[in-house]
Each structure stands twice: as C-alpha cells, then as structure tokens.
Nanobody, 115 residues
Framework: QVQLIESGGGLVQAGGSLSLFCAAS?????MGWFRQVLGKEREFVAAVRWSGGHSYYSDSVKGRFTISGDNAKNAVYLQMNSLKPEDTAVYYC???????????WGQGTQVTVSS
C-alpha cells in the first residue's frame, strides 16, 4: 500500500472548473479517482495506468474531465471542466500497488457544484 494525499476541490457554479491533485508516497501500477455521494456506492471516475500511459474514464465524465499524471513523482491530477450539479460528491484518490485492484485510498475531498 501507499499513502495518498489529496488537495483541491471546493465549491463552484455549474459550468465551472475545478482541479484535484493527489500525491502518493510510493510507486503504483495505477492511480485514479472515485467519487461517492452520501448513501450511494462509490463510483469510478477516471484512472491512469502508468505502464503504457493509458487513461480511462466513466461515461458520465468522458469529454469533461481529464486525468494526467507524473509517474516519476507518483502524482495524478484531475481537471474537471463543465461541471454539473450531479458531479457533487466526495472525491477519493486511489492507487493500485498489485494486480489485486485498488488497495490504497486517500481521505477524500469535497466537490460541490451549485446550480
């Protein structure tokens, strides 16, 4: 496992932009972002696999969010544009240090989009 420190998030009006940043304490295979609304399951948002540099997005954010990262710095960014009220959630950074899936999670950062 690795420790993950997140920053960014906040309050923005619909149509606005926010960015999230996450730094890991060590190397990983994949880093990504999930989000969760109170009372609902945590859902996948975006991820980047360091090997090959492939990025993945959920359909709900594709075309609006961009994930990028710096493997050497063990850091990942999420640029969120054209935000909608339904993007409001706690966003969690996640990392996978094995083939068993995500095994490291950040503390979460709140993103609130007002209509």
């Amino acid at each position: 496992q690795v420790q993950l420190i997140e920053s960014g998030g906040g309050l923005v009006q619909a149509g606005g932009s926010l960015s999230l940043f996450c730094a890991a304490s060590g190397r990983s295979f994949t880093m990504g972002w999930f989000r969760q609304v109170l009372g609902k399951e945590r859902e996948f948002v975006a991820a980047v696999r360091w090997s090959g540099g492939h990025s993945y997005y959920s359909d709900s954010v594709k075309g609006r969010f961009t994930i990028s990262g710096d493997n050497a710095k063990n850091a990942v960014y999420l640029q969120m544009n054209s935000l909608k009220p339904e993007d409001t959630a706690v966003y969690y950074c996640a990392a996978s240090t094995s083939s068993s899936g995500y095994n490291s999670w950040g503390q979460g950062t709140q993103v609130t989009v007002s209509s």
